[in-house]
């Protein structure tokens, strides 16, 4: 009955989907811990359960060309982008048990960022177009979680220093003409995802209202390396 | 979300772990989701729905319902062939939202009308909700 939280570093997209899948699996098959998993993922695009092909605004050959992939996922929302500098939370979290909504869960996601980026110095907002936080205008961090069973996985992605330039290539999260930022542009300051996330397991606990205990990423279920 | 009390909870109908709601007439079975899943959800934005004459086993994932920014799995109360799905949610899936007894995602022609008698009375439902 703990919270883990298990820093992954810098890992492909596919190789922590399948992770995510495995600690759903799990925790259906009666594993005790929740597991939230920190990391970073190499540039690659992933759309929403049904999210809309036309909003990758150019071709898969320029995508192929850049050496990124587009990836189908089960999540809410539509098209976004993930690369190095952004920082992506995935809590694997039985709501349930939490008694927590799936709105609540939403809600806490963006919360966490919120503080996160006051650590920064940056002051967020959330928005009425739809969901995520928002700095004058700009998107600074998105949402999207599934639920399986009263599992939550997917999650939070916050742009700490991420290249922003890949988000012009597509309408972020199925919105057109929206500007996304990051707490690197905002703060003016050389923000790393390892410093943004310096009180991160405190913020946790504290919107959890649990205790979470840091994990080692050699205790988690990887799927076999083929 | 709602205080229990504040939730409907009709006794026409029987419930799963999961928070549908079954009816049954005759061998169909009409499936929708409880007005406690509603409430978790909050605003439905879209439902994914499975296609007539698709055929499904107790307990098997039949669709999804994406409130903002969340996907949530659905699953079959009983097993056995869809026969009407609720084609009016494609376009106003918050009616599941405004009336969660009314609007109903699918009906089927249960294999085993016997496994609708295993599902949770009104009763046994808000005891579990309970918890």
């Not at chain 1, 919105?175 to 310096?198: D, F, I, P, Y």
């Not at chain 1, 080692?216 to 799927?223: A, K, S, V």
Request: some cysteine.
């Amino acid at each position: 009955m703990a919270i883990r939280l298990c820093r992954l570093g810098l890992v492909d997209y596919q190789a922590v989907h399948q992770l995510q899948l495995r600690l759903v699996a799990a925790r259906l098959a009666g594993a005790e811990d929740d597991v939230i998993l920190v990391t970073e993922h190499p540039p690659v695009f992933t759309l929403g359960r049904r999210g809309r092909r036309d909003h990758l605004l150019v071709s898969e050959s320029f995508l192929a060309a850049h050496g990124i992939e587009l990836i189908h996922i089960e999540r809410g929302g539509d098209i976004t982008y993930h690369g190095p500098g952004q920082l992506v939370i995935y809590p694997v979290l039985d709501l349930r048990r939490l008694r927590r909504s799936i709105t609540e869960h939403v809600g806490a996601l963006e919360e966490l960022m919120l503080r996160l980026a006051a650590d920064c110095g940056v002051t967020a907002v959330r928005d009425g177009r739809g969901r995520g936080i928002w700095c004058g205008g700009a998107k600074l961090g998105s949402v999207g979680i599934a639920v399986r069973h009263g599992v939550a996985c997917h999650g939070l992605a916050l742009n700490v220093a991420p290249d922003l330039l890949p988000f012009t290539w597509i309408n972020p999260c199925g919105l057109s003409g929206v500007r996304m930022t990051s707490l690197a542009r905002e703060s003016g300051r050389e923000v790393t995802v390892h410093w943004v996330t310096r009180h991160l397991l405190q913020i946790l606990q504290d919107l959890l209202g649990r205790p979470v205990a840091a994990i080692d990423r050699l205790e988690l279920p990887w799927p076999e390396v083929a | 979300m709602k205080d229990l009390s504040e939730l409907d909870f009709p006794e026409t109908v029987r419930y799963t772990e999961d928070h549908e709601w079954a009816a049954v007439d005759g061998e169909v079975v009409r499936i929708g989701v409880s007005d406690y899943a509603q409430d978790q959800l909050g605003d439905i934005v879209y439902v994914e729905m499975p296609e007539i004459g698709d055929i499904f086993e107790k307990g098997d994932e039949f669709g999804t319902l994406e409130s903002v920014k969340a996907v949530s799995e659905i699953y079959m109360p009983v097993g056995g062939e869809v026969v009407a799905v609720n084609e009016v949610l494609v376009d106003t899936p918050e009616l599941i939202n405004q009336d969660p007894y009314g609007a109903w995602i699918v009906e089927i022609r249960a294999t085993d009308v016997g496994e609708y008698d295993e599902l949770m009375s009104a009763e046994d439902y808000i005891e579990m909700l309970r918890g």
